[in-house]
């Protein structure tokens, strides 16, 4: 006798309200998290302005840093130049100018002016070993230090001048502005970032102080210089 087995067919899916329910809001917060990716808000013109500022910011990669004083202002314009560098594979170029006045050629020597630059630049160096980045030296003659700024800048094609503002006394007056700064904000070829320290008081505000021996030395020799008398260059890339 043949015992027959019937297999009684059954259903693997069970299909309750709360699966449903379960389900509709899985696919809901799918739905909405995709509808939140995808959505991109109306561009206006202060987003627009802003992304050219960004997109303008990150092509700098050729900084120019002129050394004009032993400052602590210079020393910050350097590293904020080295930092910028570093993160933009760029590279960084301080320039020290020799100052000569117009009765002496080009070529003259000059001791303590070239002592000056010479401290300027042991200083810039000593800035850059604080930082992986790569720094170049050049120096330049030149009658006044603001051309020899602007033709370096035109000839290196500077995406970036960063140059410290120290106030400087001209011919006895104080000025707040180093007329060579002035002459960069005017006649520079590309953008310009000028780090200033704390306002220096006129005469009236405070009492009679020395001047700083670095000072004395180049207030006489920052007038009247045509840029097209910059000389060629007296040293090359230094690490």
């Given at each position: 006798?043949?015992a027959?087995l ?6 693997p899916?069970l299909?309750?309200p709360?699966?449903?329910l ?18 991109l ?15 303008s ?32 594979n760029?590279?960084?170029w301080?320039?020290?100018v020799?100052?000569?006045p ?14 000056r630059v010479?401290?300027l630049?042991e200083?810039a160096?000593s800035?850059a ?12 003659k ?6 020899a ?11 970036l ?8 006394r001209?011919?006895?007056?104080l000025?707040q502005i180093?007329?060579?700064v ?16 704390a ?12 001047l ?22 007296l040293?090359g890339?230094?690490?």
């Amino acid at each position: 006798m043949l015992a027959m087995l019937v297999a009684t067919p059954t259903n693997p899916l069970l299909i309750t309200p709360v699966g449903v329910l379960i389900a509709l809001l899985f696919a809901a917060s799918i739905i909405g998290v995709l509808g939140w990716m995808l959505h991109l808000p109306p561009e206006t013109e202060l987003s627009r302005t802003a992304s050219r500022a960004v997109r303008s910011l990150n092509k700098m990669t050729r900084i120019l840093v002129p050394l004009l004083h032993c400052s602590e202002e210079t020393d910050r314009a350097l590293a904020l130049a080295l930092q910028m560098a570093r993160h933009r594979n760029g590279s960084v170029w301080a320039l020290a100018v020799i100052e000569v006045p117009f009765m002496l050629p080009l070529d003259a020597t000059l001791g303590e002016e070239e002592e000056r630059v010479q401290a300027l630049i042991e200083r810039a160096r000593s800035v850059a070993r604080q930082t992986p980045s790569t720094l170049t030296v050049r120096v330049l003659k030149a009658r006044q230090a603001g051309p020899a700024i602007v033709y370096e800048a035109t000839q290196s094609a500077a995406d970036l001048i960063i140059v410290a503002n120290c106030p400087v006394r001209v011919r006895g007056s104080l000025q707040q502005i180093d007329p060579a700064v002035e002459y960069v904000l005017k006649h520079a070829p590309c953008e310009v970032l000028v780090l200033s320290g704390a306002r220096v008081p006129p005469p009236h505000e405070q009492e009679p102080a020395p001047l700083a021996p670095q000072h004395a030395s180049t207030e006489e020799s920052q007038h009247g210089s045509p840029t097209h008398e910059v000389s060629q260059e007296l040293s090359g890339t230094s690490r």
